[in-house]
């Protein structure tokens, strides 16, 4: 059976490899509309609006893979930086504190005329270092040859697997990989539990 991950991360793809699941990618259009302002409810509101956008127009028997992943802190949503002095600000909220990682996943097996849809979230818990003015400016200041800064397309500003993440996280409570975007493991046993893997 065909396995399509409606994302364009290339993040979530690696992951997916990681489990040994090729899949095709195949990201979703749909606009994004939520219900709720609670980051899991969010998550997982996504997740499902993505997966069943691609699920729709998936033709044969399928799993749709969709997610969606925000960083919160104190309740509050951070999207992605808007620019350098909105990434600085998040910096300086996130340093020396914790907040938290969601992912919501929801996934979509269909077999003939039957579909059978499972959506969950994870949350992880990150930790920062405290920072100095130096090291958010040097941060800031990181650019990959010939990209946008390594911050500007991160939720939160940025990325545990980056250098970032080397040097200020002082440590985690829940699945690494749910931080990058996808929490593996689940993911793995979900589909073990749908009967697409053995």
């Not at 130096?134 to 800064?149: C, H, M, V």
Request: with cysteine; charged share 25%; hydrophobic share 40%.
């Amino acid at each position: 059976m065909k396995v399509i991950l409606a994302s364009g991360s290339p993040r979530r793809r690696e992951l997916m490899e990681m489990l040994g699941i090729r899949c095709k990618v195949q990201a979703s259009g749909a606009e994004e509309v939520v219900t709720s302002a609670e980051p899991e409810k969010v998550v997982e509101e996504l997740s499902r609006l993505k997966c069943l956008d691609v699920a729709e127009i998936t033709e044969g028997d399928a799993v749709v893979i969709g997610a969606d992943t925000v960083v919160a802190f104190e309740g509050e949503i951070l999207g992605k930086p808007k620019g350098i002095e909105h990434a600085r600000s998040m910096m300086q909220q996130l340093q020396g504190r914790v907040h938290q990682v969601y992912t919501g996943v929801t996934i979509a097996v269909t077999e003939g005329d039957a579909k059978r849809v499972v959506s969950f979230c994870d949350r992880t818990d990150v930790e920062f270092y405290a920072m100095t003015e130096e090291e958010i400016n040097g941060y800031l200041a990181l650019e990959k040859e010939g990209e946008a800064p390594v911050w500007s397309d991160k939720a939160g500003g940025y990325g545990i697997q980056t250098v970032f993440g080397t040097k200020f996280v002082k440590g985690i409570q829940g699945d690494y990989y749910n931080v990058m975007g996808l929490p593996a493991s689940r993911v793995y046993h979900e589909l073990k539990n749908m009967g697409v893997l053995e």
